[in-house]
């Protein structure tokens, strides 16, 4: 019985044409998935809401969303000065966790970050919980 399927040696230079003959093939697609997904994620990014951070020692320091357009009308007259409110429990908008001032945690928030409570209660009803190596809380 005559063997149908050619047994041909793989050599190294056959190895590299077909190689090279998959490598620009590859990249195409490659390229082609990940402009979709960037497409994607700039969809998504677009369709996001902006954030309002309520300066320091506003007695309604809770972040709000607000669209991109409204941020400007947002932001009103009537709502207390932050010299009118006690600065004393500090937490960071991108953490869980409320200190005092004093606390070593507090000092490392960045001033962007800082949303401050008149109130230990302002502070857990907006979210966060008190710092466990805070002493005093």
């Not at 997904?37 to 677009?46: F, K, T, V, Y």
């Not at 991109?68 to 932050?82: G, H, I, M, V």
């Not at 908008?93 to 005092?100: F, I």
Request: net charge positive.
């Amino acid at each position: 019985m005559a063997n149908i399927i050619p047994q041909e040696r793989l050599t190294r230079k056959k190895l590299v044409q077909i190689g090279d003959r998959l490598v620009l093939p590859a990249i195409v697609v490659l390229v082609g998935i990940g402009s979709f997904g960037l497409g994607r994620l700039s969809a998504l990014e677009a369709s996001k809401q902006g954030l309002i951070i309520h300066p320091p020692g506003d007695a309604n320091a809770i972040a709000e969303p607000v669209g991109w357009l409204d941020a400007q009308s947002a932001t009103s007259d009537s709502a207390p000065k932050a010299a009118d409110v006690p600065h004393n429990y500090l937490a960071s908008k991108n953490g869980t966790k409320y200190y005092l001032p004093d606390c070593p945690g507090a000092k490392k928030i960045a001033v962007q970050n800082q949303i401050w409570f008149a109130t230990a209660a302002l502070a857990a009803a907006a979210g966060f919980e008190p710092a466990a190596n805070c002493k005093g809380l």
